[in-house]
């Protein structure tokens, strides 16, 4: 194996890609694990939820590998491993789960409650989750690897879909999730919340279970028109602050049946600051009676940069009575992507659900991460995928 470098988060605002150690078959705590495997990493992904780190809107230290999004082929395995072999092409759901907790066997993936001592859940590369080193790099370790990694059928086949099936790991099963936790079916009326990846692939996920029209709504121009091109219906917010007008005018009611925040904490209104809460309280105006809403956007328990003290620690000024008093259901919480990503990886092998290009998916090198997530940061209509050992390019 030659040497391995990755993403390494600097301090608010900086990254670089540097030297990293190479990965070992053991836990956080170092003791030596048999039930891992070692990757050579295919593809990994630049989110949304690395950028609110990046920020300094986390309690994220310097040092710290970032990733969470990524595909790989298996270069070394542990004496427990059984269901892989060297050479598989597998992605990596950004959940880490023991798979014999509680809550892996109920299939609450996303809250196993053992991999990470401070809290329930896991993932890779990222702030108070087990500190499970990241995968924006050239090789990586994926722990209880039988349990968590989901095997391609076939490499060529995998590989010429990569782009697409690079989404597996994250934003594709989390906006799926947001879709089926907002009751989205056959005939649904449906608003998604912000025109980032998140919230195309929500859409995306929306489209293909049936939805009569998806609605897209943010403030970024480039986002909306982009969505407008995959065939959305683009809700200029900086336009009114009166959310249920603009969608009579595109369905000729203010309500919706199915409502999916794909924003999260760092939300904005229309004075262009910062209001944590505003889309939740949108969404509890929008969604009719004893409808849904799914909350796939990241809402956090410490947020240093927040607007005030009680947002700072996660408290936000909800609007629940009335939440409360049109029956509506809510769902919030880190996608268990094992419940859905063998599914979606079917739907995209049979041309189904072609994501890549609804998220517009854009392929680097791992060493322009940098002026990737200075891109993205920016709100470029992108998806970037880091090509960290140019395997991609044809």
Not at 174 to 203: E, N
Not at 283 to 304: C, F, H, K, N, S
Not at 357 to 379: C, K, M, R
Request: aromatic share 6%; net charge negative.
């Amino acid at each position: 194996m030659s040497s391995n470098r990755g993403v390494v988060y600097i301090g608010p605002g900086k990254v670089e890609v540097q030297d990293i150690a190479d990965p070992k078959l053991q836990s956080p705590d170092g003791r030596k694990i048999e039930h891992g495997v070692i990757l050579k990493v295919v593809s990994t992904n630049i989110c949304g939820s690395d950028q609110h780190m990046v920020r300094g809107r986390t309690t994220a230290e310097p040092g710290l590998v970032l990733g969470h999004e990524i595909t790989g082929e298996v270069i070394e395995k542990g004496a427990d491993v059984e269901m892989l072999e060297i050479g598989d092409i597998v992605s990596v759901p950004f959940n880490v789960a023991c798979g014999r907790c509680r809550c892996c066997r109920e299939g609450d993936t996303g809250v196993c409650l053992t991999v990470n001592p401070s809290r329930a859940g896991g993932a890779y590369g990222y702030v108070d989750m087990g500190g499970w080193i990241g995968g924006q790099a050239r090789y990586v370790m994926v722990p209880y690897a039988d349990f968590n990694l989901l095997k391609f059928p076939d490499r060529d086949r995998a590989m010429s879909k990569i782009r697409d099936l690079t989404m597996l790991s994250d934003i594709l099963p989390t906006g799926f999730h947001g879709a089926v936790k907002a009751g989205v079916g056959v005939g649904s009326v449906v608003y998604v919340a912000g025109a980032g990846p998140v919230g195309l692939a929500a859409a995306a996920s929306a489209r293909i279970l049936g939805a009569a029209v998806v609605m897209i709504g943010d403030f970024n121009k480039e986002r909306l028109e982009h969505a407008r091109k995959v065939g959305f219906e683009p809700v200029d917010l900086s336009k009114s602050d009166r959310l249920g007008d603009m969608i009579a005018e595109i369905t000729g009611t203010p309500e919706v049946d199915s409502a999916i925040d794909a924003v999260g904490f760092e939300a904005r209104g229309h004075s262009g600051g910062e209001q944590p809460a505003i889309v939740l309280n949108q969404m509890m105006e929008i969604t009719r009676a004893a409808g849904q809403i799914g909350i796939p956007g990241l809402y956090v328990t410490e947020d240093p940069g927040a607007v005030d003290n009680a947002a700072k620690h996660g408290s936000l000024s909800m609007r629940f009575g009335l939440g409360w008093a049109k029956a509506q259901s809510l769902h919030t919480g880190q996608t268990p992507v094992l419940k859905y990503n063998r599914q979606l990886m079917q739907a995209i092998l049979h041309d189904r659900l072609p994501i890549a290009d609804i998220v517009n998916a854009t392929i680097i090198p791992l060493d322009q991460a940098v002026a990737g997530y200075e891109s993205f940061d920016a709100g470029v209509a992108r998806k970037y995928v880091l090509d960290p050992h140019g395997g991609l390019a044809a």
